[in-house]
């Protein structure tokens, strides 16, 4: 009996043994790009990715003066796109703190992005400001604008620069090379 109950007791280890099999998986996984670049005509574009390497805006003087006289304003196209190939995004305006030395104590702008590349005076439909008029050259933009991926679509945005009618005579002679950078977040 002995005996058998050893026999019973090795059949029944024998019998928890169970079959196994398994199954692996792997993926590869690739980080897109996310990326800017910008023109001064809303047609060529490229990068401007340093203050060093900055694209310098053109804003057109009135043919009467050389230079910015009390009364004056003055406009400037600046487009931005994503690069192709690039995932889609967020971007906003900033104002460097320096834009109020010299000059840029009494200049007051404004920017607005517009649906087309004609930067002037006339509002057109479907702008929006998103710099008031009047604001000092340090003040950045409050909203962000949508990038589509790829480049597939611009924002055109128009600087508009003005010497107040009431600027001072110390004012004569003053200059700046005022500084803006367009920060983008992909989304």
Not at 43 to 52: D, I, L, P, R, Y
Not at 72 to 88: D, I, Q, R
Not at 167 to 178: D, K, R, S
Request: proline content about 4%; aromatic content about 6%; hydrophobic content about 45%.
């Amino acid at each position: 009996m002995l005996a058998a109950g050893v026999v019973l007791g090795v059949g029944a280890a024998s019998t928890l043994a169970a079959w196994n099999d398994s199954e692996f998986t792997q993926a590869d996984f690739t980080a897109g790009r996310f990326g800017i670049v910008g023109a001064t005509n809303g047609a060529t574009f490229s990068e401007h990715a340093t203050a060093a390497t900055a694209a310098a805006l053109s804003f057109q003087l009135p043919a009467t003066t050389a230079a910015m006289a009390p009364g004056n304003t003055v406009y400037a196209l600046f487009s931005v796109k994503t690069l192709n190939p690039s995932v889609a995004g967020t971007v906003q305006l900033t104002a460097d703190g320096a834009n109020g030395a010299g000059l840029g104590a009494h200049l007051r702008y404004s920017v607005r992005t517009i649906p087309g590349t004609t930067c002037n005076a006339t509002p057109q439909t479907g702008e929006t400001v998103i710099v008031p008029a009047g604001s000092t050259l340090t003040t950045g933009a409050t909203l962000t604008q949508t990038l589509t991926a790829n480049g597939a679509s611009q924002v055109n945005y128009c600087f508009a620069v003005t010497l107040p009618t009431a600027t001072p005579n110390a004012a004569q002679g003053l200059g700046l090379t005022a500084r803006w950078t367009f920060t983008a977040m992909s989304s």
